[in-house]
T-cell receptor, first 115, second 113 residues
Framework: KNQVEQSPQSLIILEGKNCTLQ??????????LRWYKQDTGRGPVSLTI?????NTKSNGRYTATLDADTKQSSLHITASQLSDSASYIC??????????????FGTGTQLKVEL | NAGVTQTPKFRILKIGQSMTLQCAQD?????MYWYRQDPGMGLKLIYY???????DKGEVPNGYNVSRSTTEDFPLRLELAAPSQTSVYFC????????????FGPGTRLTVL
């Protein structure tokens, strides 16, 4: 069964510090890997999308990396801000031969940034 | 652009009642999706549509129905609500499939008692 596992489950850091979130997946073959940010009570918002041939993608203070050989991805957040407090979800899209985009979602890492 | 909108935001149903969750997008996207998010679980795909008049089942379709009569609207129908359908429901849309960003609505929190 295709799975996406994220670690840690939750994380608390001080404002201004950096952090790295991990994602391991077994979806294979896969088309692309995505990271989403989900604020409490809101829908997920896309941060990055990487195809299997890319190994890094940045969006402001967010940098995602991908190692397709070890099936691992990480999301690095630089100089954290209070507004970074959210759940960060890793999502893997398999290569499909038919219609539809049946993404496999991780359960997310809950990040809290404190003063 | 309003993006993806969903109504209602919250709803409480009694067991056996029915309701329709509304979803609309103004980005002229062909692809639309319904997900449910249970506490501590990843989002699960309920149904999706690749264009007006075309819908297909996702991972957890039982107890739900959808229709897609226009590009903009993709309502989700719950028939005979059950406590297992207590969840947060998200509608999303994308322009294409493989590498496109999915844009999510704000969600509908449904409780079945």
């Amino acid at each position: 069964k295709n799975q996406v596992e994220q670690s840690p489950q939750s994380l608390i850091i001080l404002e201004g510090k950096n952090c790295t979130l991990q994602c391991n997946y077994t979806v294979s073959p896969f088309s692309n890997l995505r990271w989403y940010k989900q604020d409490t009570g809101r829908g997920p918002v896309s941060l990055t999308i990487m195809t299997f041939s890319e190994n890094t993608k940045s969006n402001g203070r967010y940098t995602a990396t991908l190692d397709a050989d070890t099936k691992q991805s990480s999301l690095h957040i630089t100089a954290s801000q209070l507004s970074d407090s959210a759940s960060y979800i890793c999502v893997v899209s398999p290569i499909l031969t038919g219609g539809g985009n049946k993404l496999t979602f991780g359960t997310g890492t809950q990040l809290k940034v404190e003063l | 652009n309003a993006g993806v909108t969903q109504t209602p935001k919250f709803r409480i149903l009694k067991i056996g009642q029915s309701m329709t969750l509304q979803c609309a997008q103004d980005m002229n996207h062909n692809y639309m999706y319904w997900y449910r998010q249970d506490p501590g679980m990843g989002l699960k795909l309920i149904y999706y549509s690749v264009g007006a008049g075309i819908t297909d089942k996702g991972e957890v379709p039982n107890g739900y129905n959808v229709s897609r009569s226009t590009t903009e609207d993709f309502p989700l129908r719950l028939e005979l609500a059950a406590p297992s359908q207590t969840s947060v429901y998200f509608c999303a849309s994308s322009e294409r499939v493989e590498t496109d960003t999915q844009y999510f609505g704000p969600g509908t929190r449904l409780t079945v008692l």
